[in-house]
């Protein structure tokens, strides 16, 4: 990673914030204390046809399958504050790239904090090993729930891309620019990755869809269309 300063590094990462919020579980919507059961991340993606919030394949199969058990439990997002989030399903969906997408123009109502990402898949730039990535994500292990209120801490990490194909890339946690114990990544998952190409501008990469064996694996924004569709 070429040198820079702490205020260059925080103006990306300002940049990037608004585009990503905390996903969660919940039994109650009276209050969360003790009622949360997960939490993951999404990303907010504007492709010019739609806007989307981009997630994990496994956090919307998650929540259908604690739901079969749990028939009053609730899946939420944090917009300006939590709101219901229950669609009928996702525009799209892919179990072995692990992303799904869904249209999230019904929530959005008068939100001031919702800035959605710009993307197209047409325009997507190659990604090689060593570019500079910043992730931005909500980890369980920050989450705190009062009787009254949830907050979330967002969490910011640096990382070179390590080897890539057309769908995936796979980054060692090794190399994180700060190191991370593995136990603080859940709650990871969906969370937008961004290229930053040359230090210079800023652009949406993919979303963390798995961490293992000391390997962080990030599915690439192109795998989504224009129009919501994986492929």
């Keep these: 990673m070429p040198t820079t300063t702490l205020e260059e590094l925080a103006k990306f990462q300002h940049e990037v914030e608004p585009y990503s919020g905390p996903i969660f579980f919940t039994k109650s919507l009276q209050t969360p204390l ?10 907010l993606v504007d492709t010019g ?3 989307l919030l981009v997630t994990c394949h ?6 259908q399958e604690e739901r079969r058990k749990e028939p009053n439990l609730k ?18 969906e892919n179990k072995s790239l692990d ?6 123009d019904p929530l959005l109502g008068g939100s001031t904090r919702c800035k959605f990402c710009p993307w197209d898949q047409n325009a997507a730039s190659t990604i090689v090993e060593n570019d ?3 992730f931005i994500g909500f980890p369980a292990h920050l989450r705190h729930e009062h009787a009254q209120y949830i907050k979330f801490g967002r969490s910011p990490f640096w990382m070179k891309a390590g080897s890539v194909n057309y769908r995936k890339l796979l980054c060692n946690i090794a190399r994180l620019t700060v190191k991370t114990p593995p136990g603080e990544f859940p709650g990871m998952s969906g969370c937008p990755c ?15 869809s798995e961490v293992g064996f000391g390997q962080l694996i990030v599915t690439l924004a192109r795998c989504i269309g224009n129009d919501g569709s994986i492929g």
């Design 58 to 63: 496994h956090v919307w199969q998650g929540f």
């Design 34 to 43: 003790g009622n949360v059961t997960n939490n993951g991340s999404f990303g």
């Design 49 to 51: 046809k739609r806007k």
């Design 132 to 134: 500079p990535l910043l």
């Design 75 to 92: 899946m939420c997002i944090c917009l300006d504050k939590p709101v219901c989030f229950a669609p009928d399903g996702p525009v799209d």
């Design 99 to 104: 992303i799904a997408t869904f249209d999230i």
């Design 194 to 208: 961004f290229l930053v190409r040359d230090y210079k501008s800023v652009e949406l990469a993919g979303f963390v």
